[in-house]
């Protein structure tokens, strides 16, 4: 594990780390984020009871996204009963820095985008660096997601016993029942034929600030995370210029392949029986319809439901903080609870 040297929050330190995985036949490489107050050990005592978070993200952004709301939860974590220990965020394969590891297979006509793939890299970041140092009742693994991560979590915990993770945090979630394929609502329906075409190719970031701050969706963005897309969702070209991380191609996957959405109902059904679920949706019904979302929670015994004011399905790009502060209300309760 290397430690920056320079961190983008002055009370966090960041480790960097590269996760494997197989299960698309290929070997890809994930990156991810290990966020630990600066001053930190990086142990897991047995005298230290809280929390060790791993984060997934939604199509088209980046692990670094999380930044905001884990800084936040880390501030709320200070002197409280409520201890965040550790928090780790993950880039899919075809995202973030991630990409350009996994060049040229993930741009082979042949390769298919499968949230199981990032589920694979979320479960293989447990195993690797945090299920050998953790104390069962003693530490508390949560997994989060946000939108498409949230299914991608969801099916991270096939690859684990269910008994090391003590509960999910759904943000958004990019989950639904067969029957509810197809019923999408017109601003899906743009995203699934605009985003392929979207612009992805500045002279300079400064350019692309100024494309992002006069356009929505970006337009309506908390400054904080804009400026983290700025710095970790672009890349320089080594001809000039700066580019989306994450190829409009890539981005486009799982909206087109809404199977994936699917995909994760069998094993939310069984962890739901098992471990508490927490659902978090913005207030605003944008991406995905009411009856969509209604459809999910039909039938399924999830531990708490939060709708977020003045937030739609971008609610960590949007409202970081007020999401950050129901993140942090839900692990409160539930380490009252003693789960």
């Not at 820095?97 to 042949?110: F, G, H, K, Q, V």
């Not at 199981?116 to 293989?124: P, R, S, T, V, W």
């Not at 970041?125 to 069962?136: E, N, P, S, W």
């Not at 006069?214 to 400026?227: E, F, G, M, T, Y």
Request: hydrophobic share 40%; proline share 6%.
């Amino acid at each position: 594990m290397e430690a920056i040297t320079e961190v983008t929050r002055p009370t966090l330190r960041i480790d960097n780390v590269i996760i494997e995985t197989t299960g698309t036949g290929s070997t890809l490489k994930s990156t991810a984020k290990r966020y630990t107050p600066l001053g930190s050990d990086g142990l897991l005592s047995k005298d230290k009871p809280g929390y060790v978070l791993i984060f997934a993200h939604g199509t088209g952004f980046h692990k670094e996204q999380w930044e905001t709301i884990i800084q936040r939860l880390f501030e709320h974590s200070s002197g409280s009963p409520t201890q965040i220990l550790e928090a780790w965020a993950v880039d899919a394969q075809t995202h973030g820095a991630s990409a350009e590891l996994n060049m040229p297979t993930i741009d082979d006509p042949s390769f298919t985008y499968r949230a199981l793939d990032y589920g694979e890299a979320c479960a293989n970041l447990y195993k690797t660096f945090i299920a050998g140092r953790v104390h069962r009742g003693i530490h508390k693994v949560v997994l989060l997601g946000h939108s498409a991560g949230a299914a991608s979590v969801t099916l991270a915990t096939s690859f684990v016993d269910p008994t090391e993770i003590d509960s999910l945090i759904l943000v958004e979630p990019a989950i639904w029942p067969e029957d509810m394929l197809g019923k999408d609502t017109p601003i899906y329906k743009v995203a699934v034929r605009s985003i392929p075409y979207r612009h992805a190719n500045w002279p300079t970031r400064v350019d692309a600030r100024r494309f992002f701050e006069s356009r929505a969706p970006w337009s309506r963005w908390d400054k904080r995370i804009l400026d983290v897309y700025i710095k970790h969702g672009l890349k320089t070209l080594s001809g000039g210029g700066v580019s989306l991380m994450c190829s409009p191609k890539h981005e486009a996957a799982p909206f087109v392949l809404d199977h994936n959405a699917v995909a994760p109902i069998p094993v939310l059904n069984d962890i739901c029986q098992k471990k508490p679920v927490h659902v978090v949706f913005g207030e605003i019904n944008d991406m995905f319809s009411r009856a969509k979302q209604e459809s999910l929670l039909k039938d399924r015994c999830f531990t708490s439901i939060t709708r977020v004011p003045d937030a739609g399905h971008m609610i960590v790009q949007e409202v970081p903080d007020d999401l950050a502060d129901v993140v942090f209300g839900i692990l409160q309760h539930d380490r009252e609870s003693k789960l």
